[in-house]
């Protein structure tokens, strides 16, 4: 059955939502209220995490629970859940703010310090969904409760490390435990409320990963420049400990689900061309890593800013990808996801070579990175709209591996982005990150023209 580009809206943050969740955890409500119009919910984390595992959550069967009873769920845990997502976005993305101090302590250049966010994003795509299928006879509250204290060990890992390689296995640590919380986090919220309200708290519990991205990262930005690099991770560690803390108190003991199989992914890999058209997720994502995971430097380089002028332009870029997110239900109910995924694809391919131009002045500046982010992060409802009408029954484990190109396009991209530094310095950047933007074009318009049949349904 094909869905319309609203029902797959319904699956991210309404505009309103977003908005009102942004003034304070106080409003959760009105986001609930919001979202609760919308019906079935993915919601789409604007950055890398919350994709699919909502999808998931909201087809898995009902619990079993024990020693539980019927009532309500604790009015505490939402709230918890989204704030232990903010604490799994900042801890997952702040490295992209603190490459150049952190590189100037431990001794390494730009590009050997952004290779942090390639080994994280290979990581998540390679332990999440083996951990969860792992860990499926284990009750949920201790797989949240075990997942975010590893975040935490990791993080101060992290903090504490006196070289580089040990960094780089504590991100390797904090992926395994980032990759087990998410998708958990999602079934949890789905399992303890019936389908009509399991919109609104999925909504609720993503909005955590959305506020990272527009708060946490540039926060821990302007922390690490301030204070030291350090100080970014501790700050993440401080946070962490008491949510996980509040995990153990608010997740009810004896919850379990059915989550997807590896035997299921395994059928689905092996589809070639539905396999083309979910792994474009990763080429588009990994055209916007091959330049936004080294925006510090290249602002650093070419425009003289400092800690305010980069935390104020990934703010910048995180306020658009929350814009994009519901510009792209938009474009996909006027346009259709052909269309949509076309046009931004073509956008993305005139843009990012913009940044080799730089300097330019700084509100120009801004604009431009305001106008990259929401024409990047205005695809995923399309694509997600696309991969749903594909997968027809199996949507839940097509849209799992969809979870793990994004991971796998910012690994591909951040990777690009170093070779790139390294050879040519940050000018080359805007340009190496067009190029892969005409690359993942091209992909698209394969995957079109090779798609395969749509399922039958009754």
Same mark, same amino acid.
């Given at each position: 059955?094909?869905?319309?580009?609203?029902?797959?809206?319904?699956?991210?943050?309404?505009?309103?939502?977003?908005?009102?969740?942004?003034?304070?955890?106080?409003?959760?409500?009105?986001?609930?209220?919001?979202?609760?119009?919308?019906?079935?919910?993915?919601?789409?984390?604007?950055?890398?995490?919350?994709?699919?595992?909502?999808?998931?959550?909201?087809?898995?069967?009902?619990?079993?629970?024990?020693?539980?009873?019927?009532?309500?769920?604790?009015?505490?845990?939402?709230?918890?859940?989204?704030?232990?997502?903010?604490?799994?976005?900042?801890?997952?993305?702040?490295?992209?703010?603190?490459?150049?101090?952190?590189?100037?302590?431990?001794?390494?250049?730009?590009?050997?310090?952004?290779?942090?966010?390639?080994?994280?994003?290979?990581?998540?795509?390679?332990?999440?969904?083996?951990?969860?299928?792992?860990?499926?006879?284990?009750? *949920?509250? $201790? +797989? @949240? /409760?075990?997942?975010?204290?590893?975040?935490? #060990? &990791?993080?101060?890992?992290?903090?504490?490390? =006196? %070289?580089?390689?040990?960094?780089?296995?504590?991100?390797?640590?904090?992926?395994?435990?980032?990759?087990?919380?998410?998708?958990?986090?999602?079934?949890?919220?789905?399992?303890?409320?019936?389908?009509?309200? *399991?919109? $609104? +708290? @999925? /909504?609720?519990?993503?909005?955590?990963?959305? #506020? &990272?991205?527009?708060?946490?990262?540039?926060? =821990? %930005?302007?922390?690490?420049?301030?204070?030291?690099?350090?100080?970014?991770?501790?700050?993440?560690?401080?946070?962490?400990?008491?949510?996980?803390?509040?995990?153990?108190?608010?997740?009810?003991?004896?919850? *379990?689900?059915?989550?997807?199989?590896?035997?299921?992914?395994?059928?689905?890999?092996?589809?070639?061309?539905?396999?083309?058209?979910?792994?474009?997720?990763?080429?588009?994502?990994?055209?916007?890593?091959?330049?936004?995971?080294?925006?510090?430097?290249?602002?650093?380089?070419?425009?003289?800013?400092?800690?305010?002028?980069?935390?104020?332009?990934?703010?910048?870029?995180?306020?658009?990808?929350?814009?994009?997110?519901?510009?792209?239900?938009?474009?996909?109910?006027?346009?259709?996801?052909?269309?949509?995924?076309?046009?931004?694809?073509?956008?993305?391919?005139?843009?990012?070579?913009?940044?080799?131009?730089?300097?330019?002045?700084?509100?120009?500046?801004?604009?431009?990175?305001?106008?990259?982010?929401?024409?990047?992060?205005?695809?995923?409802?399309?694509?997600?709209?696309?991969?749903?009408?594909?997968?027809?029954?199996?949507?839940?484990?097509?849209?799992?591996?969809?979870?793990?190109?994004?991971?796998?396009?910012?690994?591909?991209?951040?990777?690009?982005?170093?070779?790139?530094?390294?050879?040519?310095?940050?000018?080359?950047?805007?340009?190496?990150?067009?190029?892969?933007?005409?690359?993942?074009?091209?992909?698209?318009?394969?995957?079109?023209?090779?798609?395969?049949?749509?399922?039958?349904?009754?």
């Amino acid at each position: 059955m094909v869905r319309s580009a609203a029902s797959i809206r319904s699956m991210s943050f309404t505009v309103s939502s977003k908005l009102r969740l942004c003034l304070g955890m106080g409003h959760l409500r009105a986001v609930w209220r919001t979202a609760a119009t919308s019906g079935r919910c993915c919601v789409i984390d604007s950055r890398f995490h919350a994709t699919v595992q909502s999808q998931i959550a909201s087809r898995a069967p009902a619990p079993h629970k024990s020693g539980m009873t019927d009532a309500a769920p604790n009015r505490l845990l939402i709230p918890v859940l989204s704030a232990a997502n903010f604490v799994i976005g900042m801890g997952a993305f702040v490295v992209v703010g603190v490459l150049e101090p952190l590189g100037r302590d431990l001794g390494v250049g730009a590009a050997q310090a952004g290779s942090l966010m390639t080994v994280y994003a290979m990581a998540y795509a390679v332990l999440s969904p083996l951990l969860v299928s792992l860990m499926g006879g284990v009750g *949920r509250r $201790r +797989v @949240l /409760a075990i997942a975010l204290a590893l975040f935490a #060990l &990791a993080t101060a890992l992290s903090a504490l490390v =006196g %070289s580089f390689w040990l960094l780089t296995l504590s991100r390797v640590l904090a992926a395994a435990g980032a990759g087990m919380f998410t998708p958990v986090a999602a079934a949890v919220a789905a399992t303890l409320y019936p389908p009509e309200q *399991r919109a $609104r +708290v @999925l /909504a609720a519990v993503f909005f955590g990963l959305t #506020l &990272a991205q527009v708060a946490g990262v540039p926060g =821990g %930005s302007f922390i690490a420049y301030t204070f030291g690099w350090r100080w970014a991770f501790a700050t993440v560690l401080l946070v962490a400990v008491p949510c996980t803390v509040l995990i153990w108190r608010h997740v009810p003991a004896g919850l *379990r689900f059915q989550p997807v199989t590896l035997g299921d992914l395994a059928r689905i890999m092996g589809q070639g061309r539905l396999m083309l058209a979910t792994l474009f997720t990763g080429a588009f994502l990994g055209a916007i890593y091959v330049l936004y995971t080294y925006a510090a430097p290249l602002l650093s380089q070419t425009m003289g800013f400092g800690r305010d002028g980069i935390s104020l332009a990934l703010a910048v870029f995180g306020a658009g990808a929350v814009a994009g997110n519901i510009l792209g239900g938009v474009m996909a109910d006027a346009l259709g996801w052909r269309r949509t995924l076309i046009a931004l694809t073509a956008a993305q391919v005139v843009i990012t070579p913009v940044f080799s131009l730089l300097p330019l002045p700084a509100g120009w500046v801004f604009v431009l990175f305001f106008v990259w982010a929401v024409s990047g992060w205005s695809f995923m409802a399309g694509q997600q709209l696309r991969l749903i009408a594909l997968a027809g029954p199996m949507a839940p484990v097509v849209l799992a591996l969809n979870a793990a190109a994004i991971y796998l396009g910012a690994a591909g991209g951040s990777a690009i982005g170093a070779i790139l530094l390294q050879t040519w310095g940050v000018g080359a950047l805007g340009l190496g990150g067009g190029l892969a933007a005409a690359l993942a074009l091209l992909h698209l318009l394969a995957s079109i023209r090779w798609a395969p049949a749509a399922p039958r349904t009754a």
